[in-house]
């Protein structure tokens, strides 16, 4: 399932010379044009743009490189086209033409995978004769598993997947079943919450757990959309029975985004008799939902009552910790080594998901390469402005109090006292402004930490400040520049 790509580069017509490949394998070339790239452009942009290179083929003239998406593939040959073009000629002797070939990451089947898939399934399980070579090849466990495509992403393990507060019963319901497929009650087990909480990381990882340990076992995981689309096409092409067959001869049967289910009732009534098929064979089965089952939309009774036979388990948005782990193992993983300051602001400004999250490395190492920048507290502020919309600021009302008082040199807590005194009221007056700007807290709460006054105060406050800006310039920097210092001394 990947993706050829050719640029139309000119290229010489010269044939890359014999001793240039002949002697050395692919692996090796490419770790010496790699070698020449590595010294000739920073850590940085090499970590993000060239280590997730391989070097799929060396043909005639032409080099196929495998890189992990189209972005990515757009962007070497804009910006590195010419040095990779310069290094390979360097190092085999020749120019040739370069290729991409995109490594798709979500790895879905089509309905023509599935036959291709489909038919072996069937040959295999009914080669009865113990004569034929198939057959011999069939009583080797692994044999049973020979072609069969698990469309599982070899990412997504429980070794990559951060335990925390949120995710634990998840996870640990998830080991239990990756652990012991025939042994649990939890059949099936449906694990369900918000998008980008790691449901489709956890349904593969068990699958790959399996795939793993269970060297016999069939493990078949796909999305409720693929396989709605499989059945449709089953049905036109007259071929049901193939393809009942396929989905009844697996052992684990993965099924994610089960909510995509709602409202086709033709699959659901199909994928009802699956499910019963698998669940009497003791076969386990894995599903993954947005919401709990008894809230989806458009499923029948029937079906829902048979999700809630096993166990339901839920992720949750990942706590401060949990995000700052992920932060920790993933930027690890990259090879990158992130300053402090930046893995805590990201982890406390991206919150809402793990996939914001990763957006927001994927974004710092490539604006850091992009731009030739540091990778620094400044460009962390860009970089999550840019994937979560605003940044949302967590100062303290106390903070704002100290930085007004120490701007305005008037003791902080006189800001929170009785005074009456101008410069006491101004100071105060411009820190309940600041308060209500640069805080989520309520009037309210405001009020109660400037010495207990009422909202109605705080209110007041904040129209004086802000007809005092829109009349008075020199109120309206003094204002403005208390409420940068405030900003930029946040992490
Ligand atoms: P969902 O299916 O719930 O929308 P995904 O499983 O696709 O979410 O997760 C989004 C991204 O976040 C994936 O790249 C996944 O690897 C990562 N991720 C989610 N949860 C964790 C975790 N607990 N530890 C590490 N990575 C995680
Ligand atoms: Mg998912």
């Given at each position: 399932?990947?993706?050829?790509?050719?640029y139309?580069?000119?290229?010489?017509?010269?044939t890359?010379?014999?001793?240039?490949?002949?002697?050395?394998?692919?692996?090796?070339?490419?770790?010496?044009?790699?070698?020449?790239?590595?010294?000739?452009?920073?850590?940085?942009?090499?970590?993000t743009?060239?280590?997730p290179?391989?070097?799929?083929?060396?043909?005639?003239?032409?080099?196929?490189?495998?890189?992990?998406?189209?972005?990515?593939?757009?962007?070497?040959?804009?910006?590195?086209?010419?040095?990779?073009?310069?290094?390979?000629?360097?190092?085999?002797?020749?120019?040739?033409?370069?290729?991409?070939?995109?490594?798709?990451?979500?790895?879905?089947?089509?309905?023509?995978d599935?036959?291709?898939?489909?038919?072996?399934?069937?040959?295999?399980?009914?080669?009865?004769?113990?004569?034929?070579e198939?057959?011999r090849?069939?009583?080797?466990?692994?044999?049973?598993?020979?072609?069969?495509?698990?469309?599982?992403?070899?990412r997504?393990?429980?070794?990559?997947?951060?335990?925390?507060?949120?995710?634990?019963?998840?996870?640990?319901?998830?080991?239990?079943?990756?652990?012991?497929?025939?042994?649990?009650?939890?059949?099936?087990l449906?694990?369900?919450?918000?998008?980008?909480?790691?449901?489709?990381?956890?349904?593969?990882?068990?699958?790959?757990?399996?795939?793993?340990?269970?060297?016999?076992?069939?493990?078949l995981?796909?999305?409720?959309?693929?396989?709605?689309?499989?059945?449709?096409?089953?049905?036109?092409?007259?071929?049901i029975?193939?393809?009942?067959?396929?989905?009844?001869?697996?052992?684990?049967?993965?099924?994610d985004?089960?909510?995509?289910?709602?409202?086709?009732?033709?699959?659901?009534?199909?994928?009802?008799?699956?499910?019963?098929?698998?669940?009497?064979?003791?076969?386990?089965?894995?599903?993954?939902?947005?919401?709990?089952?008894?809230?989806?939309?458009?499923?029948?009774?029937?079906?829902?009552s048979?999700?809630?036979?096993?166990?339901?388990?839920?992720?949750?948005?990942?706590?401060?910790?949990t995000?700052?782990?992920?932060?920790?193992?993933?930027?690890?993983?990259?090879?990158v080594?992130?300053?402090?300051?930046?893995?805590?602001?990201?982890?406390?400004?991206?919150?809402?998901?793990?996939?914001?999250?990763?957006?927001?490395?994927?974004?710092?190492?490539?604006?850091?390469?992009?731009?030739?920048?540091?990778i620094d507290?400044?460009?962390?502020?860009?970089?999550?402005?840019?994937?979560?919309?605003?940044?949302?600021?967590?100062v303290t009302?106390?903070?704002?109090?100290?930085?007004?008082?120490?701007?305005?040199?008037?003791?902080?807590?006189?800001?929170?006292?009785?005074?009456?005194?101008?410069?006491v009221?101004l100071?105060?007056?411009?820190?309940?402004?600041?308060?209500?700007?640069?805080?989520?807290?309520?009037?309210?709460?405001?009020?109660l930490?400037?010495?207990?006054?009422?909202?109605?105060?705080?209110?007041?406050?904040?129209?004086?400040i802000?007809?005092?800006m829109?009349?008075?310039?020199?109120?309206?920097?003094?204002v403005?520049?208390?409420r940068?210092?405030?900003?930029?001394?946040l992490?």
């Amino acid at each position: 399932m990947d993706i050829n790509i050719s640029y139309d580069h000119e290229f010489g017509e010269q044939t890359i010379g014999e001793q240039n490949t002949a002697v050395r394998p692919l692996k090796q070339i490419w770790e010496e044009c790699m070698a020449v790239v590595r010294a000739r452009v920073n850590n940085q942009s090499y970590k993000t743009w060239f280590e997730p290179i391989s070097a799929a083929r060396l043909e005639h003239n032409k080099i196929t490189l495998k890189v992990p998406s189209q972005f990515f593939c757009e962007w070497l040959n804009e910006h590195y086209y010419s040095l990779i073009n310069e290094v390979t000629t360097q190092v085999l002797g020749a120019e040739i033409r370069i290729e991409y070939e995109i490594a798709q990451e979500e790895i879905e089947i089509s309905p023509e995978d599935m036959f291709m898939n489909a038919p072996q399934t069937e040959k295999n399980s009914s080669a009865g004769s113990a004569e034929t070579e198939s057959a011999r090849e069939e009583s080797r466990p692994e044999a049973k598993r020979q072609n069969f495509d698990s469309c599982l992403n070899p990412r997504y393990t429980f070794e990559n997947y951060i335990n925390g507060d949120s995710n634990q019963f998840a996870r640990a319901a998830a080991l239990a079943v990756a652990n012991n497929p025939e042994g649990t009650s939890f059949n099936p087990l449906v694990i369900y919450g918000g998008v980008g909480l790691g449901k489709t990381h956890l349904v593969q990882a068990i699958g790959n757990h399996l795939v793993k340990s269970r060297r016999s076992h069939r493990v078949l995981y796909i999305s409720s959309e693929t396989f709605t689309v499989a059945f449709l096409d089953a049905i036109q092409k007259n071929s049901i029975g193939e393809f009942s067959n396929f989905y009844r001869s697996v052992d684990l049967l993965i099924v994610d985004d089960i909510q995509f289910f709602g409202g086709k009732e033709k699959t659901q009534d199909y994928f009802f008799h699956t499910f019963n098929a698998l669940h009497q064979q003791g076969k386990q089965i894995v599903l993954s939902s947005d919401r709990p089952p008894k809230e989806l939309k458009g499923l029948n009774e029937r079906l829902i009552s048979r999700f809630q036979w096993g166990l339901t388990a839920d992720v949750q948005s990942p706590d401060l910790e949990t995000r700052i782990a992920i932060l920790l193992k993933k930027s690890n993983d990259d090879k990158v080594e992130l300053p402090h300051d930046v893995i805590e602001f990201i982890a406390l400004n991206v919150t809402s998901n793990i996939r914001e999250l990763e957006g927001c490395l994927i974004g710092l190492l490539a604006r850091a390469s992009l731009e030739s920048r540091k990778i620094d507290l400044d460009l962390a502020k860009d970089v999550v402005n840019s994937v979560i919309g605003e940044v949302r600021t967590h100062v303290t009302i106390e903070e704002i109090q100290r930085i007004v008082s120490e701007e305005l040199r008037i003791p902080e807590d006189l800001i929170r006292a009785k005074t009456r005194k101008q410069e006491v009221v101004l100071a105060r007056q411009i820190a309940m402004y600041l308060a209500k700007e640069l805080t989520n807290s309520s009037l309210k709460t405001i009020g109660l930490h400037f010495g207990g006054r009422d909202h109605s105060t705080v209110i007041h406050a904040y129209q004086t400040i802000e007809d005092a800006m829109s009349t008075d310039p020199k109120q309206k920097s003094l204002v403005q520049q208390i409420r940068s210092k405030i900003e930029n001394g946040l992490v």
